[in-house]
């Protein structure tokens, strides 16, 4: 069924495409170029979607929507800009707009907001609210089309409490876009709490998300609020949530299915007042079946998607975040560099394996090391090379285990460039050793745990445990 719809754009090839496109859909379509002509067509046409640009000739067409809504409080306004950033996204949805489509849009991607602008019309609750006052210093930089949708998704989650799951590879910028939905929602004045579930030892997983009682285990001094508790009110991110233990996968869908938890050594329940953000580089369909992770728990968190596009298919950000980079590099003291067009031509040819995390500590180093104020291609190419090198020669047949693992270390910590790893480095390192030796071990006693156990010189439970903490794989299940 169709209905009466409103375009309003300076374009007039904008404005003549759509109109034919929706008036073949069924639609009774009328046109305005600016936001004079727009509120004189209001008073004439009476339309059921309006469809604005933002940048009009003579004023910005998200500062009317509050206006328009307070008039108009059933019609349904969908916005296009040609900005694309995530300010703008967040404004449309703010002020109250039904939904947002950045240029270039698809034709039936209009086509078909209006169609559910139309189907929601009679129970939609339009937003009010003022300019936004907050401005473009935000973590979230780009313009690309994959970056559209995160925006959009981010504008449509940032005011409720739908829990979210954030995808994407390692340095995309998952904790940012956390940050943003907290920072930009209704929980922003409460504690935001992140927590990488990498860094904490296993047998300390429980107590660090709820809590302990005096007591409750051995070192235990004193009552500990865990992380549900200090987040009581805001929100809590769980980094990294594809490396959670099993049991402790277990005891936080509980939480989310009881809304209620409790320390350890308490039989107290208390009221998880949380919102719920979870991220992973991880494909968590593949550890469900691995049976790795739990399926009932990635439902409940896998709500509302969010999946970050990964830097190589972000080629023009490259150039905007790079610019950003050293802007915040030089406010931190380092000398202020620019970019050669050509120098950001190298950097859009990178494939940047290590995504967003990768590009900043590149620009960092720049910034530090270049004696020029302009960076060139030749200048990239070198870093690039520098960082590309192992950090130490290789490790000779004769070296003993420190040497060889002294080298391994010495190239991890190179490989962050300026920066530190994430928390937890000695569980994690401590865990690649046991790995190896665990299974070589087992191989060599032809999968007996008892002749394993005794040539470790450890119990036979604690191999056990260790098999299963590790994940050593099917063939340590070979007889005793």
Sequence with gaps: MGGRVLVTDDDAAIRTVVREALRRAGH?????????????????????????????????????????AQAHPRMPVIVLSAQNTFTTALRATEQGAFDYLPKPFDLGELA???????????????????????????????????????????ARVVSNDLTVLILGESGTGKELVARAIHDFGPRSRAPYV?????????????????????????????????RFEQAQGGTLFLDEIGDMPMEAQTRLLRVLQSG??????????IRADVRIIAATHQDLPRLIADNQFREDLYYRL?????????????????????????????????PRKQLSPAAVARLEEHSWPGNVRELENLMRRLAALSREGVVTPAMIEQQMTRESQPAQPAVPDDADLGEAIGQHLARHFASFGGALPPDGLYDRIVAEVERPLLRLTLAAVRGNQLKAARLLGINRNTLRKKLTDLGVGPAVRGSD
């Design 28 to 68: 009774v379509v009328e046109t305005a170029a600016s936001v004079a002509e727009l509120r004189r067509q209001l008073r004439a046409f009476r339309p059921q979607v309006l469809v604005t640009d933002v940048v009009l000739p003579d004023g910005n067409g998200l500062d009317i929507v509050p206006e328009i």
């Design 112 to 154: 078909q907001a209006v169609e559910d602008a139309l189907a929601r019309s009679a129970a939609s609750a339009e937003e009010e609210g003022g300019p936004d006052s907050r401005g473009e210093d935000l973590p979230l930089i780009g313009r690309s089309p994959p970056m559209q949708e995160v925006y959009r998704t981010i």
């Design 194 to 226: 992140p927590v990488n579930m990498a860094a904490i030892p296993r047998e300390l997983i429980e107590s660090e998300l709820f809590g302990h009682e005096r007591g409750a285990f051995t070192g235990a001094a004193q009552r500990t609020a865990g």
């Design 260 to 269: 209620e938890f409790s320390p350890v050594g308490s039989a107290r329940a």
């Design 302 to 334: 896998n709500v509302v998607p969010v999946r970050l596009p990964p830097l190589r298919e972000r080629g023009s950000d490259v150039g905007e975040l790079a610019r950003y980079f050293l802007d915040r590099a030089a406010a931190e003291g380092l």
